[in-house]
């Protein structure tokens, strides 16, 4: 051992602190899960604006696959944020999010075929957008507050998977304030509202986390 | 790993110095410069005390501890890559510095000295002339106020002077 080495860790050990260990990730992600739960339950359960509702709504399909996206990108993240754990953690969401992605295509296409004339669907994109952006705000706060605590090794990928867990449960609420089918517009303004939402949380995260 | 996370210093201390040997056998298979290698053995000991909550003391800590030297490794051979796009190898210049006879040509051009060999060998007016001017910087009217010359002799001093040096230089050159 070189006596930098020896140096070092003379140093270390003094500096050293008592620290209490880190909770199972899977334990953490359940209770980040769990606090925005109960707060959608106190959101939905409040008088609220309900939107105008067509003919055509969510398949299962879509809803499940959203909140697995959800729920996969923030366990994904807290797994993601601890050493031991395996790096294949980051691709857990992604295939509930194509499910996702394309089940929404699909509805599109039912509402084209069905032959709904353009003025009888809701325009409500711009709010779609706005609602998932800024809903993602503080969720993402409190999950990088959360993951903040495990000083990841590497921060992008923990902070990646959780922008991609925020923007689906941002998109998961809309639907108790949106429960109407998507429109190609929609579609297309959920998808970008999850991009911006998954490349900000990426891009503060990778800097909080660091 | 456990004591120390309770803040045992011996505890952590006896545990830091064991680990040293098994990080450095995991991180020679990827490593091989020597130096680079105390460097990321130490990087791994620093990430060790910045992360020691996460390790979970129900669990086996050579894992954990062999996660992080991976993670570290890994960190350390994309520097290097990242390095090494950037950096330009000069494979003369191990050969211009080692090379005695280089080294002898390299001190021969000590220019302040050569200058004044040079300068020395000017007429006194060019010489005047060109060290106020040229070396010290002074402007025509500062230098023709320190010689009592007027501007345009000044001017025609300088001239000479650069070109009888300019091809005393050239000659040198040539009868090496």
Redesign the interface.
Known sequence: ??D??QQ???D???????????R?PLARAATWLAVIAVLAALVVMYPTRVLHRSTYTLTDVELWSMLATAVLGVIAAFHL????SSRRWAWAPIAPLIVWVLSSGHSCYRIWHAGVPATNLPAESPECFRFIVIVSVPLAAFLLWMLR???P??PLPVAFTAGIGVAAASAFLLQFFHPFDVTFMDLAAHLAAVGVVTGLVAASGHKALG | MAAAQRGDARAYDDLLKSVVPFIRALLRRRIKSAPLLEDVTQDVLLSVHRVRHTYNPARPFTPWLAAIVARRGVDALRRGGRISRLETQDEDAAATFADSEANNVLGSHDAERELEELLAQLPDAQRQALQLLKVRELSLAEASKVTGLSIGALKVSVHRAIKSLRAKVERDAASR
Do not use: G, Y
């Not at chain 1, 944020?81 to 031991?84: C, G, I, R, W």
């Open positions: 051992m070189t930098r080495t070092l860790i003379a270390l050990v003094t500096q050293l602190t008592p620290v209490r260990p880190l199972a944020s601890v050493p031991e605590r495990a000083r090794l590497a």
